[in-house]
């Protein structure tokens, strides 16, 4: 399989009007700000969302963004194995912002939610913490703050997250059903 070809922001920004943008993050990541005109379908609901974005495929280039851009590589392989050729912005909106360019959020606020990597630092963090402090009464538990340390190691070396799939299927990170029926809409329509 190749790599996916990698837009930096001036490449992307130079052709925004002309490409169709899909934000991989949880719904509550996506309402912290997005690429202008950006549609939001979780990396976990690609394969629901497939038939549609294979159509809008074919009537237009398809930009994947992630927060970082290292997740947005990973739907652009899964979406290359099902033969959606796909680009992936350098950095995500993080270098987006960066870069100077605006963010859109929902008007009204939207639903406000930290970024995925913030969640799992927190949970990694609680588990830790947890685990050393009860360590103190049954050394066992410690082996909770072992395990994540761990799963870490594990996480750094396959660019993979078991934390952020559990944290993924939280209430707070699912598109309402409707929410996406929308977006798959907005997608036929471009």
Known sequence: MTSPRTL???QARSRLHELIVLDVR?????ATGHLPGALNIPLDHLDQALPDIRDAAGRGDILVVWASGARSENACHTLAAHGVTTATLAGGTGAWAAGGHALHRPEGGGRS????ERQVRFAAGAVVLTGLALGRLRPAFR??????????VFSALTNTCGI???LAGLPHNRPRQGDLDRTLAALRDR
């Open 8 to 10: 930096d922001t001036a």
């Open 143 to 152: 082996l909770a703050s072992a395990g994540i340390a761990g799963g870490l």
């Open 26 to 30: 949880t719904p509550g990541e996506y």
């Open 164 to 166: 952020a799939a559990v």
């Open 113 to 116: 939610a930290w970024s995925m």
